[in-house]
Nanobody
């Protein structure tokens, strides 16, 4: 009923920037938190950043000061601005949302992921 679609991944050099976007669509009543996770080869998926509907944010220590998460509630969209990229940021980045669906149910869908590669 709900789909998340990420965009904006690609290749960047160390110190460069990329901007990711994720749009939620479907039978949505409201969205509480939205967030970004990433998974590098051979590693578990980890939290990058989250943002609640009221605007409060949380970041992994490894990205604080470099990444900024934001959202457009009217468009059910979340963004991740990534600056000062490092090779260790290389991963597949996934969008996640805490969604209240129509008819009173809840769900936590995931996007399909977008590849971010930071390499010289």
């Amino acid at each position: 009923q709900v789909q998340l679609v990420e965009s904006g991944g690609g290749l960047a050099q160390p110190g460069g920037s990329l901007s990711l976007s994720c749009a939620a669509s479907g039978s949505i009543f409201s969205i509480n938190a939205m967030g970004w996770y990433r998974q590098a080869p051979g590693k578990q998926r980890e939290l990058v950043a989250t943002i609640r509907s009221g605007g409060s944010t949380k970041y992994a220590d490894s990205v604080k000061g470099r990444f900024t998460i934001s959202r457009d509630n009217a468009k059910n969209t979340v963004h991740l601005q990534m600056n000062s990229l490092k090779p260790e940021d290389t991963a597949v980045y996934y969008c996640n949302a805490d969604v209240r669906l129509l008819y009173g149910s809840y769900g936590q869908p995931w996007g399909q992921g977008t590849q971010v590669t930071v390499s010289s």
